[in-house]
């Protein structure tokens, strides 16, 4: 099938529409786009379950990590002030890991600021779709009224004023039988009119999810950055209760990615199945949906000139009857006029209907072209296939430096606050204070010697 116009599938739609699939028996699937079917269900599933299969493995290396550094650790000698060696490593190592991790936010925020641009592209092709359907079908109904009402009044009183010669009538009711001809033929081209699928309402759809996904996604930035930044910072004051909660809030983070990150995989491979071969599935989908014939589609989709538009036959019927209309009309104004003055009124009327429904005519035939909606259906794919595919794969690559990054700072986080000094609670204290209990015992002393 011809590809739309600027759209081609990228190397990443190649790349992940090649990697294998498989079922929950282990069974293979095809790479085929076929999301109503359970094998292809159960195969996204199982990539997704994979993630929750990543961050099962980190767990269970944290917790092994944690409880050999709890319970091998070797005892220290009594009186020993000096920090245990390799203690400015593990410092170190958990400040590279925020760092990283501090990182991956940026490129997250890259690849969700992406996501929505596809994602906008996509409703802003949707709309302008529904915008040139609904311009079909206001020209039609508004050529079809313009035609019964000539048809109802101008040529009934025509009829009426010519009545005394039989010739000139004929000519009135010729031209009335082209109106309803043409009106018939029109009525024809409305092709979306009572279609239950409304563009309008998918793209409104659309928005409505991709808001709170974009801002599920900035909120989820936000606490990865807010939890780097003050495990940094009780790092850097060596404030034991503040690395404490932040090792709590990077495990709820932790987890948090590692079921973004199966998400994002899953959406990523099931999109690169679509965009490898679209026009297929659409097809299919909207044929199901609208009940409109494969030909009017093929058309509209595909747009090449293997596939004939199915409207010409109606539009060139209609431009005949409408020249036919055009050329009776001024025959009777050239015999009808002299002899009956009162025919001038309505035969004026009707040239100027004539002339309002040509130019609708023509607006008609640049519309139903398939060079319009199929330029649509093209920025669409590459929306939602190019610009919304990358912006995942991004995501998907946040989400792994994250896990990654928030791992090694669990390892690290209690081996660091283990090296802290044991009155670091009261180094920002001031000397002045009261409450410092180095104070209040001078305070003490001071009061014993009075």
């Known amino acids: 099938m011809g590809a739309p116009p600027g759209y081609r599938p990228s190397a990443w739609v190649h790349l992940l529409h090649q990697l294998p699939r498989a079922d929950f028996q282990l069974r293979p ?4 786009f076929a999301p109503q079917e359970r094998e292809y269900q159960q195969a996204l599933l199982l990539v997704a379950a994979l993630a929750g299969l990543g961050l099962g493995l980190s767990l269970v290396f944290i917790a092994v990590y944690l409880i050999r550094f709890c319970c091998c650790r070797p005892p220290e000698p009594p009186g020993a002030k000096s920090p245990p060696p390799g203690g400015g490593c593990v410092t170190w190592s958990c400040i590279a890991a925020l760092l990283v991790g501090c990182a991956g936010i940026g490129i997250g925020f890259y690849g969700n600021s992406e996501t929505s641009d596809g994602v906008s592209q996509l409703s802003s092709a949707l709309l302008h779709a529904n915008h040139t359907l609904s311009a079909i079908d206001h020209l039609v109904l508004e050529t079809v009224e313009r035609l019964g009402e000539a048809v109802r009044a101008e040529l009934t009183t025509l009829e009426e004023v010519l009545a005394q010669r039989t010739e000139l009538v004929a000519a009135a009711r010729g031209a009335r039988r082209q109106a309803e001809a043409v009106a018939q033929q029109l009525q024809e081209l409305a092709f979306w009119q009572g279609v239950p699928l409304s563009p309008l309402q998918v793209a409104e759809d659309v928005s ?5 996904r974009w801002l599920a996604y900035v909120l989820l930035l936000l606490l990865e950055l807010l939890v780097c930044l003050f495990t940094l910072l009780g790092l850097a004051k060596q ?3 503040l690395v404490i909660v932040m090792t709590v809030m990077s495990l709820l983070v932790l987890i948090l990615s590692w079921g973004s990150m ?3 995989a899953a959406t990523a491979v099931g999109l690169s199945d679509f965009c490898s071969s679209p026009d297929t599935y659409i097809l299919n989908l909207t044929q199901e949906e609208t009940g409109l014939s494969s030909d009017i589609l093929n058309y509209y989709f595909l747009c090449n000139q293997a596939v004939s538009n199915p409207f010409q036959q109606r539009l060139t019927l209609s431009q005949r009857a409408l020249a036919s209309i055009h050329s009776q009309l001024q025959g009777l104004e050239r015999e009808a006029v002299p002899q009956f003055p009162s025919a001038q009124k309505p035969l ?3 040239e100027e209907t004539l002339n309002v429904t040509e130019g609708n005519f023509h607006q008609l035939v640049a519309l139903l072209h398939c060079r319009g909606l199929h330029k649509d259906y093209g920025a669409a794919l590459r929306g939602l296939c190019e610009d919304a595919l990358e912006g995942l794969l991004f995501l998907l690559l946040f989400s792994l430096l994250s896990a990654g ?5 669990l390892c690290s986080l209690p081996r660091a606050w283990a090296l802290f000094p044991p009155s670091d609670d009261y180094d920002d204290t001031d000397d002045d204070d009261p409450f410092n209990p180095q104070e209040s015992k001078r ?8």
């Open 262 to 264: 199966g998400l994002e």
């Open 405 to 409: 990054a928030l791992a090694t700072a």
């Open 208 to 212: 409505f999810v991709e808001e709170y």
């Open 443 to 450: 305070f003490v002393q001071w009061q014993s010697s009075i």
């Open 239 to 241: 404030s034991k209760w």
């Open 348 to 350: 004026l009327s009707l």
């Open 29 to 32: 699937v095809p790479s085929g």
